[in-house]
C-alpha cells in the first residue's frame, strides 16, 4: 500500500493587481516527519476568507506571505498522529493548518473541537465568522432595537449573519449586495427589510430611500466608495464597524478611502471603529453560546457555499474577492475517520 502524499497550494508568483490561478501552484510531496513534541493532522475543511488576499500585499495582524510559501487558512483537522501528551490521534481540531492535506504544527496552535453540530458550522455560524459577526455588530457597533443597521458584504459570511442578528434584536436592516438575485435572497430569505445593489447607477438614492431615518449602524465589509456613501447617509451619534476592505484587497494599488475623513465623522458625531475577532478571544464562549441557542431554535439561517476538494482553493478565493459566493466559502477537503 502506497503511503499518503501531501498535496498543497504554495504561491508560484505574487500578484501585481487581481489575483489568478496561476499565482498558485499545486505541489505533491512526501508526508513530513512529526518532531518530538508535534501533532500531524489531517485537513478535513478549508475556510476561504477575502482577507487571505491581503496577507500577500504585505504584513498585517500576520507576516506576510512569500512565493514559495504554503497558502495559510483557518481549518478544521483531524490528528493522525501525536507526540505531545495535549492531543491524541482521532481528535477533531482547529487551527491555522493552510491549503494543504496535511500539517504539522505546535500543540498549542490547536484547539481540540467536541462537535455537536456539522463540522462545516464551526467554521461558519459557530466559528470566526460568527462571532466576527456577533461581537462586530453588539459590541462595536452597539446596536439597538428600534436602529436602523446598514450591512455591506450582505450576501457574504459575515454580512449574512449580521443582518440576521440585528433582525433578533428588533432592528431594521438594510443589506448592500452585488445583484438582483443576492438582493431578493437578502429579502425573501432571511428576512431583511431591504436591499440594495452598489452596482445600480441611483445606488446613493436607492440607499437614501431605504434608510429615511439615516443609518445607526454601518457594518462595512467593503470600504471604498460604497463606505464613503454609507457615510453621507449617517445618523446623529452613528456607528460605522469596519470590519474589512474587500474592494481594496485585490490590488497592489488600493484605492484611497472614504473622501471627507474626518470632517464627515466630525459633523455628525460619527464614530468609526475597526477590530478584529480576537480582540474578544476571552469572550468567545459567550458569543457562541448565544449562536448556537439561536441556531437551536431554527432563528438563524445557515448559509454555505462549499466546493468540493483542495483543487478548488484558489479558485474558491478568486470568487470570493468577485462576489460569486453566497454565505461562508470553505473547501471539503476529507471526512474524519
Given at each position: 500500500?502506497?503511503?499518503?502524499?501531501?498535496?498543497?497550494?504554495?504561491?508560484?508568483?505574487?500578484?501585481?493587481?487581481?489575483?489568478?490561478?496561476?499565482?498558485?501552484?499545486?505541489?505533491?510531496?512526501?508526508?513530513?516527519?512529526?518532531?518530538?513534541?508535534?501533532?500531524?493532522?489531517?485537513?478535513?475543511?478549508?475556510?476561504?476568507?477575502?482577507?487571505?488576499?491581503?496577507?500577500?500585499?504585505?504584513?498585517?495582524?500576520?507576516?506576510?506571505?512569500?512565493?514559495?510559501?504554503?497558502?495559510?487558512?483557518?481549518?478544521?483537522?483531524?490528528?493522525?498522529?501525536?507526540?505531545?501528551?495535549?492531543?491524541?490521534?482521532?481528535?477533531?481540531?482547529?487551527?491555522?493548518?493552510?491549503?494543504?492535506?496535511?500539517?504539522?504544527?505546535?500543540?498549542?496552535?490547536?484547539?481540540?473541537?467536541?462537535?455537536?453540530?456539522?463540522?462545516?458550522?464551526?467554521?461558519?455560524?459557530?466559528?470566526?465568522?460568527?462571532?466576527?459577526?456577533?461581537?462586530?455588530?453588539?459590541?462595536?457597533?452597539?446596536?439597538?432595537?428600534?436602529?436602523?443597521?446598514?450591512?455591506?458584504?450582505?450576501?457574504?459570511?459575515?454580512?449574512?449573519?449580521?443582518?440576521?442578528?440585528?433582525?433578533?434584536?428588533?432592528?431594521?436592516?438594510?443589506?448592500?449586495?452585488?445583484?438582483?438575485?443576492?438582493?431578493?435572497?437578502?429579502?425573501?430569505?432571511?428576512?431583511?427589510?431591504?436591499?440594495?445593489?452598489?452596482?445600480?447607477?441611483?445606488?446613493?438614492?436607492?440607499?437614501?430611500?431605504?434608510?429615511?431615518?439615516?443609518?445607526?449602524?454601518?457594518?462595512?465589509?467593503?470600504?471604498?466608495?460604497?463606505?464613503?456613501?454609507?457615510?453621507?447617509?449617517?445618523?446623529?451619534?452613528?456607528?460605522?464597524?469596519?470590519?474589512?476592505?474587500?474592494?481594496?484587497?485585490?490590488?497592489?494599488?488600493?484605492?484611497?478611502?472614504?473622501?471627507?475623513?474626518?470632517?464627515?465623522?466630525?459633523?455628525?458625531?460619527?464614530?468609526?471603529?475597526?477590530?478584529?475577532?480576537?480582540?474578544?478571544?476571552?469572550?468567545f464562549d459567550e458569543g457562541f453560546q448565544a449562536l448556537q441557542g439561536w441556531l437551536d431554535d431554527g432563528s438563524l439561517t445557515v448559509a454555505e457555499d462549499i466546493l468540493e476538494g483542495i483543487e478548488k482553493a484558489p479558485e474558491g478565493?478568486?470568487?470570493?474577492?468577485?462576489?460569486?459566493?453566497?454565505?461562508?466559502?470553505?473547501?471539503?477537503?476529507?471526512?474524519?475517520?
Amino acid at each position: 500500500m502506497n503511503a499518503p502524499k501531501n498535496r498543497r497550494w504554495r504561491v508560484a508568483a505574487m500578484p501585481t493587481e487581481h489575483l489568478e490561478t496561476s499565482h498558485f501552484e499545486l505541489e505533491t510531496v512526501d508526508l513530513p516527519d512529526v518532531p518530538e513534541g508535534q501533532v500531524l493532522c489531517r485537513v478535513l475543511w478549508i475556510s476561504i476568507d477575502a482577507a487571505q488576499r491581503t496577507w500577500l500585499q504585505g504584513a498585517t495582524y500576520r507576516s506576510a506571505v512569500q512565493v514559495g510559501d504554503t497558502i495559510p487558512a483557518f481549518a478544521i483537522g483531524q490528528v493522525v498522529e501525536s507526540r505531545s501528551e495535549d492531543f491524541a490521534a482521532g481528535d477533531i481540531v482547529t487551527g491555522h493548518l493552510g491549503w494543504q492535506d496535511y500539517a504539522v504544527v505546535e500543540p498549542g496552535e490547536l484547539d481540540r473541537l467536541v462537535p455537536t453540530k456539522k463540522l462545516s458550522y464551526y467554521l461558519s455560524v459557530l466559528g470566526i465568522t460568527g462571532v466576527t459577526a456577533y461581537f462586530g455588530l453588539l459590541d462595536v457597533g452597539e446596536a439597538k432595537p428600534g436602529e436602523t443597521v446598514v450591512v455591506s458584504g450582505a450576501a457574504g459570511a459575515t454580512g449574512a449573519l449580521v443582518g440576521q442578528i440585528a433582525k433578533l434584536k428588533g432592528c431594521r436592516v438594510v443589506g448592500i449586495c452585488g445583484s438582483p438575485e443576492k438582493q431578493k435572497w437578502l429579502t425573501s430569505e432571511l428576512g431583511f427589510d431591504a436591499a440594495v445593489s452598489y452596482r445600480d447607477d441611483d445606488f446613493r438614492k436607492s440607499l437614501n430611500e431605504a434608510c429615511p431615518d439615516g443609518i445607526d449602524v454601518y457594518f462595512d465589509n467593503v470600504g471604498g466608495a460604497t463606505l464613503d456613501t454609507a457615510l453621507r447617509i449617517m445618523a446623529h451619534r452613528g456607528r460605522v464597524v469596519c470590519c474589512g476592505v474587500v474592494s481594496q484587497y485585490d490590488t497592489t494599488n488600493p484605492a484611497r478611502g472614504a473622501r471627507g475623513v474626518p470632517g464627515a465623522l466630525i459633523i455628525k458625531s460619527i464614530t468609526m471603529r475597526g477590530f478584529l475577532y480576537t480582540d474578544y478571544a476571552e469572550r468567545f464562549d459567550e458569543g457562541f453560546q448565544a449562536l448556537q441557542g439561536w441556531l437551536d431554535d431554527g432563528s438563524l439561517t445557515v448559509a454555505e457555499d462549499i466546493l468540493e476538494g483542495i483543487e478548488k482553493a484558489p479558485e474558491g478565493l478568486i470568487g470570493v474577492l468577485n462576489g460569486t459566493n453566497v454565505g461562508k466559502r470553505m473547501i471539503h477537503v476529507a471526512d474524519p475517520s
